[in-house]
């Protein structure tokens, strides 16, 4: 973790969860992160859980099922400097059966779990080459439907 210290994460779905684990992990040992996530509130409280941490916490607020949101996420990003780590996390589950399942529930799935994947990874990649930098994508993987 050293050669990461005082470097720049973006992590999705970093209000709640393993993203939240992953996002205080981070701080702790003092890497600077970008929380990406809807509930912005639950954001502002982890910043203040942490705001003793090695690390400092910035929280955005970002519909990932929104291209613009990311967009606009990154320019922030961008103006700290850019994302040396990415780490992929945020995710929705189905909790039934795909012969249950409404086709706008498959698309926002497909929105979030899929798509948002390749934007964020898109923008991070796009930031690393600009800068010569080097870093690290983390893609976090959960099934989609459950039963």
């Known amino acids: 973790m050293d050669q ?15 993203g939240e684990s992953i996002t205080t992990a981070l701080l702790k040992n ?7 996530a809807r509930r912005l509130e639950n ?16 929280p955005v607020q970002c519909d990932l099922s929104r ?8 320019k922030i990003v961008e103006k700290l400097g850019g994302p040396d780590i990415l780490v ?3 995710a ?3 909790s039934g059966p795909i012969s249950d399942a ?9 929105d979030v779990n899929v798509l948002a994947v390749a934007m ?23 099934c989609c439907f459950l039963r």
């Open 43 to 58: 954001m502002r409280e982890l910043k203040e859980r942490m705001k003793d941490a090695k690390g400092t916490f910035y």
């Open 120 to 142: 964020c990874s898109r923008e991070a990649i796009k930031s690393l080459k600009e800068r010569g930098a080097q870093g690290h994508i983390v893609n976090i993987n959960r």
């Open 88 to 90: 992929n996390n945020a």
């Open 30 to 36: 003092g890497v600077n992160v970008v929380g990406l």
């Open 67 to 74: 291209e613009q949101d990311i967009l606009n996420a990154f």
């Open 4 to 18: 990461w210290y005082g470097k720049l994460s973006v992590v999705t779905g970093a209000s709640s969860g393993i």
């Open 92 to 94: 929705l589950l189905y």
């Open 102 to 110: 409404a086709t706008n529930e498959m698309k926002m799935i497909l």
